[in-house]
């Protein structure tokens, strides 16, 4: 019978990140790469596996970093173009190290800033495929999706403007306390969430995450490698993804039940950690209504009261459930669902510094995507 | 000079031709399949319920509910920016229950569409010989 191997986060890294870093994608990687090799302590020859998610239009090769970062033979490499953003990259690299396929994997998630999905093809173009059936109605972006997504939670539940904007100032207050990472330095009020601009309303300009260029990586191993490593580990207890039957966000069955809620169920069916032996969380916020879909997928709150959740203080630090306390790629910026799984993980390991929560965590939760596809894992640190 | 600005444009295909002829002539036509009579939007090349390649296309009430929508305020190509505010929706047609699509919501004051409305296909010239299917409320 084939061995599990219980999987180990050992290492964490970020490349340079602004709005326009003039870098190219490759350098990037990169840079995130050496990060995360040089956070666990190790070198390229001690790497067997390499994953990269990336957009179509902004491919990066998982075999091509390889060979940039002078790793010698993978066991196991993967680009992905499809899915949940990073978490595809971790759950490949999860499941090489389970089944012994690799043992040491680098995951990588690297994104330029105009490099978001949607924003249209090029003026005059003719539209191929199904795109042709929503363009000519003006849907391009994300935001656009998003803004529906709320509005049919807002219809089904009552909730209201002001209850995605108590998430939004809620996690500014975190990334007040990152001043190194947060693009964002001054706390947000009610009026400035709701005086800021709409995109594609109810859908505000401070529900959507900061577009920039950024890579971010981190290294997985096995349990045994990873005790004889610098960083204390922080290991996955479970993990799962999810997805719709429809592919097409705007066209998912039911806008308040989307991929979260199927990631969800099938992690918590994986593991004897309930809800509540979770001490804080990572949570997706592309666009803020995700995170508070992920409260309500994850069980954290009832279905519908994610904006009483929020109100009632429970994400603060001091909260029952602290979330996205490297104040969420809203203010850090894009980094398309690996910078919850790396601050979760220097939450755990408490390698958190001045943000380390005033009670230790032990149990995290992550979670990355919303619509048609959504992955979500357990992390502890022991 | 300036260059005039076109909206977005249909490649039509195999799949999308029978949509965009429907609507030419003034019906919102969507893929049917001749197996198992399963109605499907957007097309594919093969049946979801029933794996079957026999496709064809049938004319739908075009009577329909919204099941969401925003209020788009910035255009994110050109041709949208005159536009503005404008309603993009999601439309549950009642030919089958989950059949959905994306659409727009006119003749109506945006800030007074709702989740729920009724609504009924109308018909907007859109360029070169495209018609653009998008719905309105129904007549009370
Ligand atoms: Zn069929």
């Known amino acids: ?382 | 000079m300036t260059t005039e600005v076109l909206p977005p444009l249909p490649l039509v295909n195999e799949l999308t031709a029978p949509f965009w002829e429907g609507a030419s002539k003034g019906q919102l036509v969507i893929q049917h399949c001749n197996a198992c009579g399963h109605f499907q939007h957007a097309p594919e090349p093969i049946c979801s319920a029933c794996l079957s390649f026999d496709l064809g296309s049938a004319a739908v009430s075009g009577k329909g509910t919204v099941y969401t929508f925003c209020i788009s305020t910035q255009a994110f190509h050109p041709w949208f920016e005159d536009k503005l505010p404008f309603v993009l929706a999601v439309v549950e047609l009642d030919d089958q229950p989950g059949l959905k699509m994306i659409t727009n919501v006119v003749g109506v004051n945006p800030n007074d569409v709702k989740v729920g409305d009724r609504v009924e296909v109308t018909f907007q010239p859109l360029a070169e010989g495209f018609v653009l299917p998008v719905f309105r409320p129904v007549a009370q």
């Open chain 1, 1 to 382: 019978m084939a061995k599990k191997n219980r999987v180990a986060i050992v290492g964490v890294g970020y490349s340079d990140v602004s709005r326009g870093t003039g870098y190219t994608l490759d350098k990037l990687t990169a840079q995130a790469s050496v990060a995360a090799m040089n956070d666990a302590g190790i070198k390229p020859t001690d790497i067997d596996g390499v994953v990269v998610h990336s957009f179509p239009h902004q491919f990066v090769s998982s075999t091509h970093t390889a060979a940039m970062l002078g790793i010698p033979d993978l066991a196991f490499y993967s680009g992905n173009v499809d899915g949940a953003a990073y978490s595809v990259a971790a759950m490949h690299a999860i499941a090489a190290i389970a089944s012994g396929s690799a043992e040491t994997v680098l995951t990588i998630r690297t994104v330029h800033k105009n490099g978001a999905a949607g924003g249209g093809g090029p003026v005059g173009q003719y539209i191929p495929g199904n795109q042709q059936l929503s363009q000519p109605y003006g849907s391009f972006a994300g935001s656009h999706w998003a803004g529906m997504y709320m509005q049919r939670h807002m219809a089904m539940y009552g909730s209201t403007e002001e209850d995605f904007g108590a998430f939004a100032i809620a996690q500014r207050k975190f990334a007040v306390a990152n001043p190194t990472e947060s693009f964002f330095h001054e706390e947000l009020t009610m009026e400035d969430y709701l005086n800021s601009r709409y995109i594609a309303k109810p859908l505000h300009l401070f529900d959507c995450d900061y577009p920039v260029d950024s890579s971010s990586a981190l290294i997985f191993t096995t349990e045994e490698r990873a005790r004889d490593m610098k960083q204390k580990p922080v290991f996955f207890d479970s993990w799962a993804n999810g997805t719709t039957k429809e592919a097409d966000f705007s066209l998912v069955g039911d806008m308040t039940h989307s991929s979260p809620w199927m990631a969800s169920k099938r992690m918590w069916s994986r593991t004897s950690l309930k809800p509540s032996d979770v001490d804080t969380a990572g949570l997706y916020d592309g666009f803020s209504f995700i995170a508070m879909q992920w409260f309500e997928a994850l069980g954290f709150c009832g279905e519908g009261e994610s904006g009483a959740f929020v109100r009632s203080g429970a994400t603060s630090a001091t909260g029952s459930l602290p979330t996205n306390t490297d104040g969420g790629a809203c203010n850090v910026g894009r980094r398309h669902g690996a910078n919850f799984f790396i601050e979760v993980t220097r939450q755990l390991r408490g390698t958190a510094g001045d943000r380390a929560l005033p009670k230790k965590p032990e149990v995290g939760v992550v979670s990355n995507a919303v619509g048609g596809f959504a992955a979500c894992a357990l992390l502890t640190a022991e």
